[in-house]
């Protein structure tokens, strides 16, 4: 299905497919559906807490894996239904913590969550501060406990990794 669809560089099919892989095996679906509905990013849209990839319209790989992040910092309890993203900072922090912590799992860089055509042209400095160890989101993520703050952050020793060590995928 997702091979069906047109990728841009960098990563392309290849990175789509990782990154699919990676999203099925934590509960995110993702399926290729033509979509004609407005949507922020005119390739993907967020529908019943999955992602449809419009393959009529060449996509991002690393637009999947934030996409997936807005998904998995959803309330529990609205992910289900969630089909539009709302404009939450904070939200958007940690969705883009979190698809920083998945490329790293799924053993792709940087420069394909933060591609060339996103981030209004802040993506080199996006991947310069999360290479540098910025924890930009991390906050958010360790207070739904789904990783640990740095170690830097507190004294106490804690039984959960850091980030981008996950300890779990979803809120």
């Not at 892989?21 to 993907?44: D, H, N």
Request: aromatic share 6%; charged share 15%.
């Amino acid at each position: 299905m997702i091979a069906a669809c047109r990728w841009h560089e960098p990563g392309g099919l290849a990175a789509a497919q990782t990154i699919v892989r990676f999203l099925t095996r934590i509960g995110i679906p993702v399926a290729a559906r033509r979509s004609v509905a407005p949507s922020f990013v005119p390739s993907l849209r967020v529908r019943n807490g999955g992602i449809l990839v419009d393959p009529g319209t060449k996509a991002d790989p690393g637009d999947l894996l934030h996409e997936a992040g807005h998904i998995a910092v959803t309330d529990p309890a609205l992910r289900p239904a969630l089909s539009a993203i709302e404009a939450d900072g904070g939200e958007e922090m940690a969705a883009m913590a979190w698809s920083v912590a998945a490329a790293h799992a799924c053993g792709l860089p940087l420069k394909i969550v933060f591609h060339p055509d996103g981030y209004r042209g802040g993506s080199q400095s996006l991947i310069d501060a999360f290479a540098g160890g910025a924890t930009i989101g991390v906050p958010l993520l360790a207070c739904w406990g789904m990783c640990e703050q740095p170690a830097k952050w507190h004294a106490a020793p804690s039984p959960m990794p850091a980030s981008p060590h996950m300890v779990r995928w979803l809120r």
